[in-house]
DNA sequence: TCTACAGTCTACAGTAACTGTAGAGGCAAG
DNA sequence: CTTGCCTCTACAGTTACTGTAGACTGTAGA
């Protein structure tokens, strides 16, 4: 299978059709060869490439970077550090959201955990994001709940 | 201080005054009064409402969940359901995303760690992202590490 | 062969959630 | 009064795609 259609190389790589022409369009594919009514014909080398691209995007590599890392193995002398320091630098930024989340996550858990029902004046979620609350007398109102039970 | 200016709101709430802007322009905040001049100037609701919606930017909750969020407060005599199932859903999707980035991590962290110099055409993260590789005395792990793909 | 239908083409608009810019006018301090 | 920052509107740009319209192509079945 030497050449395929765009929809084989879609089907092959598990990116969509127009996300494949999107690549191209950025110069992140090369333009392929066409048919002789115009549609574009791939070859093994253009599933290899958007295999790379997808899996580093996947990785959350943003596109600079990985025209970039393209850009070196087409140049492949060059030292492996530069690489090295790209992957570093997503592996910080990795580890950035990464921290954020989990404090995202501690955060709604015990925001969830203090809502046992009620009416929305009194609701823990919404005193939680900073709803101004009125209501001192419910039982299920108010900070100082979410703050004295612990979480599940 | 019954009224400011937007730079005295951008000032307190952290928010930019073009992003304040903009969310009067997608109705997540009420069009404020205006000085005889036509500069706006608001109140301390304001503050709270765009304490509210910061901070629920910041959990990751998306502008319609919000705009959902400040119509509940609007109407606070509903069930607080409806916001515990908000803010479940959120967590859902903080939950997920924090699986898919330590995944990332790990085999960053993998690809890292096996790049210890030498040329690109050697270079493991490369060829972990999907390089054919000509240095056959390594075996690096295929492509399918990460199944989980968020969609397509 | 005809016909139906899936696949492909280009070009452009839309998405989320903003950010940036141009060019004009406003306001307070020195 | 001038300097310099603040604010105004309106619109374009960002990232990484996704969707649509309208036309053409390729193929399988009757």
Redesign the interface.
Same mark, same amino acid.
Request: aromatic residues 4%; contains cysteine.
């Given at each position: 299978m030497s050449s395929m259609t765009i929809g084989k190389l879609s089907a092959a790589t598990?990116?969509?059709v127009t996300?494949i022409r999107y690549y191209e369009s950025i110069g992140l594919l090369d333009e392929p060869d066409r048919s002789a009514s115009g549609q574009r014909l791939y070859g093994d080398t253009a599933v *290899?490439r958007l295999?790379?691209i997808r899996?580093?995007r996947?990785? /959350?590599f943003p596109v600079p970077a990985i025209r970039e !890392?393209i850009s070196?193995?087409v140049?492949?002398?060059?030292?492996?550090?530069?690489?090295?320091q790209?992957?570093?630098r997503?592996?910080g930024e990795?580890?950035r959201?990464?921290t954020q989340?989990?404090a995202? *996550?501690a955060?709604?858990?015990r925001?969830?955990t203090a809502?046992e /029902?009620?009416?929305?004046?009194?609701?823990s979620? !919404?005193a939680a994001?900073?709803?101004?609350e009125q209501c001192l007398h419910e039982e299920?109102a108010g900070k100082e709940v979410l703050a004295a039970r612990p979480s599940n």
């Open positions: 598990r990116v969509k996300t *290899e295999g790379f899996h580093a996947d990785l /959350g !890392l070196l193995q140049e492949p002398s060059w030292d492996c550090a530069v690489v090295d790209i992957a570093r997503q592996l990795v580890r959201r990464l989340l989990e995202l *996550e955060e709604l858990k925001m969830i809502c /029902g009620g009416k929305i004046a009194c609701c979620v !919404l994001l900073g709803h101004h299920h």
